[in-house]
């Protein structure tokens, strides 16, 4: 689908800023490729065309082990302070150069200690060295991390997880709950959320992504979801999107991730679209740029020519992006 509009210009806007890219799975390919070879993860002598071709995902999967061999590889190699720091760094400076006047990165420390065992206060602290450094280079930039309590590490891990946030409450500037959907309804963690709701943390939930609208309802009902990460099921539900409206909730969309991971089948057919033209607070984001191989440039690329958003539309996302960014300093 073509748009007769001009093209649009990131570079444009005062502050274009990403509310959801997951840092863990954010890194260069040739730095990946780097860190797995010096690991003895990926044969030496690997040339980078050939492990960005096999490892990148440009199609979409056909089972979710497609996409779970390559989570693996990320756990394999963060698992150093030394090489957080750098992947925070480097994230950064990938930002700065797709145009990004700030990001929201988020992380599960469930996710990269799985296998290092690496304490999370080591992760917070390697992401946070880089960050600053990032800072100096950058100082413009804005940046804050949010923390993922992953549904699949159980009850447990994802209380871990709202203790951890709890504890450090000037390290984060919001809290995730994410992973499979399915058999994880929203409602058996309203209990365990009480104290982030208490605490007025600012909660964004990855729902409805290729579940039921019921676990959108769940995330903002019973769970206190200022953001819903994807949401993409609130097409299906009218009296949802009455009501997100009404609540002012913010849907952090991602295109090139809902095709690579078949929740839509065709770009064209994606409802950020719809949504936005009903007055839904929608935004444009990479998701997992490391898995994808995309940059929010490219986002905005396939939000144009493959969606068919006009230049306003888009300049509407990222303002809606600004409006709801848990960034203390651009809200
Ligand atoms: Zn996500």
Redesign the pocket.
Known sequence: MKTNSPPFRLEALPYPIEL?R?LDVSLRVSTLLELAIERGLVTSGTSLELFSNEFLLKTPVKNLTDCLSKFELYQKVLDRFDVLERVALEAVEDCVREGLGGVEFRFSPTFISQYSRIPWLEILDGFESGLNKAKLKFPKFKVGLIVIASRDAGMSGVEKTIDFFLQHPTHFIGFDL?GPESGFPPRQYRELFKPLIEANANITI?AGEGESPDNIWGAIEDLGAKRI??GISIITDSALIREAIKRNICFEM?PT?NYITACVIELSKHPIAPLLRQGLAVTLNT??PGIFGVTIQDEIRVSQSAIGLSTREITKCFENANAHSFLPTVS
């Open positions: 959801h997951h994410a990855h990460g994807h991602c991730s998701d997992d």
